[in-house]
């Protein structure tokens, strides 16, 4: 059974940079067809960040793109998504996303908090 769990969330200033991790049991982060990030507002939709897939480099939703960075520790076996520049827009709860190789299925994590404050 996978389960991924993220950790990072917090208070930060606007301006202010954070660094968001997410760790997986039951398998792999390497073994994943591909691994992301996604970040829900309130009375919003989830919206996608960035995704990687297993070989290559990832993509970034234009609302995100040259102030988030994804990388992923394969020692230490974590997905990491780096935020700088943050604004008052980009608060939100957000969540690790994994998609199995064997069948597409798809792991969300329980999220983590991100308030920006003006």
């Known amino acids: 059974q996978v389960q991924l769990v993220e950790s990072g969330g917090g208070l930060v200033q606007a301006g202010g940079s954070l660094r968001l991790s997410c760790a997986a049991s039951g398998s792999s982060m390497f073994r994943f067809e591909t691994v992301g990030w996604y970040r829900q507002a309130p009375g919003k939709q989830r919206e996608w960040l960035a995704t990687?897939?297993?070989?290559?480099?990832?993509r970034y939703a234009d609302s995100v793109k040259g102030r988030f960075t994804m990388s992923r520790d394969n020692v230490k076996d974590m997905l990491y998504l780096q935020m700088t520049s943050l604004n008052p827009e980009d608060s939100a709860v957000y969540y690790c996303n994994a998609v199995a190789v064997e069948n597409g299925q798809n792991y969300w994590g329980q999220g983590t908090q991100v308030t920006v404050s003006s």
């Open positions: 990687r897939p297993r070989y290559g480099s990832p």
